[in-house]
C-alpha cells in the first residue's frame, strides 16, 4: 500500500464555502484545486425554504446528486418533480441542453452531495435521467456497508464512465479501492473522521487520488464518505451506450 506521504498520489483539501443562493462546501473547483479533470465540480450543498437554488442549465455534462440529510426535490425540466429521500441518487446525462432543480420538501431543509464531469459532443443529444432510491440494496465489504450508485457495479450507468459509491463505516474499519494509474479518484467524507493511505480526513474534506494503482481507506465509527472514480481521458464514451 502506498504510504500517502507523495502529494502526487493522494491529497486532502478542505474546499472553501460559498454562500448565495444556497450555502456551498466547493472542493473542485477551488484555491485547492482549481482544475482536476475529468471532474469539473464537487461540491456539497445545504438549502432551506428560505434559501433555495433556482433551476439552471447544465449542456455537455454528467451530473451525479446525491441525498445526505433532509427529503428533496428533485426536478427535470419537462417531468414531474420526485420526492428523494436520505441515500437517494439522479444520474442525469446531459449531452446538450438540460436543466434541471434540486431544492427541500415543504417546512425542511437538504443536504446533498453533486459531481460533475464533462461530456463530449455525442450523436444522440437528449437527456437521460437515472435513478437510485433510498432504500436501494448495500453490500458488505471489509465490514463497510457500500451503498453502490454508478458504473459496473452499481445501477446506473453513466456516460462518463463514473464509478461511484456511498461508504458508511459502523465501526473502524479498513477498506481497499482500486483506482489505476489511467484514473483519477476522490474520496468526500462528509461525516466523522477517516484516514486515506495514513493521511487524515475529516468531515467537508476531500481526498484527490491520482497516480497509483489504489488507497487504504479506514473510518472510524460513524465514518461517512462519497467515492468516485473517472479515466482521466477526457473523451469518455458515447452517452448513447
Same mark, same amino acid.
Request: hydrophobic share 40%; net charge neutral; with cysteine.
Given at each position: ?33 482549481? +482544475? ?26 454528467? =451530473? ?6 433532509? =427529503?428533496?426535490?428533485?426536478?427535470? +425540466? ?14 442525469? $446525462? ?43 440494496? $448495500?453490500?458488505? =465489504?471489509? +465490514? ?20 461511484? +459509491? ?76
Amino acid at each position: 500500500m502506498a504510504s500517502g506521504r507523495d502529494p502526487e498520489d493522494v491529497r486532502v483539501i478542505s474546499g472553501e464555502i460559498k454562500s448565495g443562493a444556497v450555502t456551498t462546501r466547493l472542493a473542485i473547483p477551488s484555491s485547492g484545486r482549481t +482544475e482536476w479533470p475529468p471532474f469539473s465540480r464537487v461540491s456539497e450543498s445545504l438549502a432551506s425554504q428560505k434559501r433555495q437554488l433556482p433551476a439552471h442549465v447544465h449542456d455537455h455534462e454528467e =451530473v451525479l446528486t446525491y441525498v445526505l440529510e433532509g =427529503v428533496a426535490a428533485y426536478e427535470l +425540466e419537462g417531468r414531474t418533480a420526485e420526492l428523494l429521500p436520505p441515500g437517494s441518487a439522479r444520474l442525469l $446525462t446531459a449531452p446538450a441542453r438540460a436543466v434541471h432543480r434540486v431544492g427541500p420538501r415543504d417546512g425542511a431543509s437538504i443536504r446533498w452531495f453533486n459531481i460533475v464531469l464533462a461530456l463530449p459532443d455525442a450523436s444522440d443529444r437528449s437527456a437521460r435521467l437515472q435513478a437510485v432510491d433510498g432504500a436501494a440494496a $448495500t453490500r458488505w =465489504v471489509d +465490514e463497510v456497508e457500500v451503498q453502490p450508485l454508478s458504473g459496473p457495479r452499481g445501477p446506473m450507468m453513466p456516460a462518463s464512465s463514473l464509478e461511484c +459509491e456511498a461508504m458508511a463505516f459502523p465501526k473502524d474499519s479498513t477498506t481497499f479501492r482500486k483506482v489505476g494509474r489511467d484514473r483519477r479518484a476522490l474520496l468526500y467524507a462528509w461525516a466523522g473522521q477517516g484516514w486515506v493511505n495514513e493521511l487524515a480526513i475529516t468531515s467537508g474534506q476531500t481526498a484527490l487520488v491520482d497516480g497509483t494503482p489504489g488507497v487504504g481507506i479506514r473510518g472510524g465509527g460513524g465514518f461517512r464518505a462519497i467515492f468516485a472514480a473517472a479515466p482521466k481521458d477526457s473523451q469518455p464514451p458515447s452517452a448513447t451506450k
